[in-house]
């Protein structure tokens, strides 16, 4: 594999492990709202600083690029493979066929998983913050009732 694909291929692998990490049952919500939390202001820093959610924009555009690329080699190398079959050429071809085919097909599945995985990981993301509000905002308005409680009596 290229540079290229590895680069993509390592992308697919970390998001993968982030990913299995939040969803793992074991960890609770509360503990990844709360590591959330205390690095916001560093990403807040960073975003102000670098622009992170613009890279992030640019890094799935450019994930969507290499997916289209990968879509139109799978189907060129489809249409010469089907073009082969209609013609007699020898086996050396026919395996080149099948060779380029399946690395096509191996470039889509990279491709379009990584920039699915991308989305989903931000998406996940999110709602672990909107979690942390809301829990913040339910212990705020119980200690409120509470306090409320307490003058009535």
């Not at 793992?24 to 916001?40: A, D, G, Q």
Request: with cysteine.
């Amino acid at each position: 594999m290229t540079l290229l694909w590895t680069a993509i291929y390592g992308l697919l692998c970390a998001e993968v492990g982030v990913l299995t990490l939040l969803l793992l049952p074991y960890i609770s919500t509360h503990f990844w709202c709360r590591i959330v939390f205390r690095t916001k202001w560093m990403y807040e820093w960073l975003d102000n600083l670098l622009g992170i959610t613009w890279y992030f924009w640019v890094l799935v555009g450019l994930l969507g690029l290499v997916f289209m690329n990968c879509l139109y080699e799978l189907t060129k190398y489809t249409a010469v493979q089907d073009s082969h079959k209609e013609n007699t050429v020898d086996a050396v071809s026919r395996q080149l066929d099948s060779i380029n085919v399946f690395r096509a097909q191996r470039n889509v599945y990279i491709a379009g998983l990584t920039m699915f995985l991308a989305l989903v990981l931000k998406r996940v993301l999110s709602l672990i913050l909107k979690l942390g509000k809301v829990r913040t905002q339910r212990e705020d308005l119980k200690k409120n009732s509470a306090v409320e409680t307490k003058k009535d009596d």
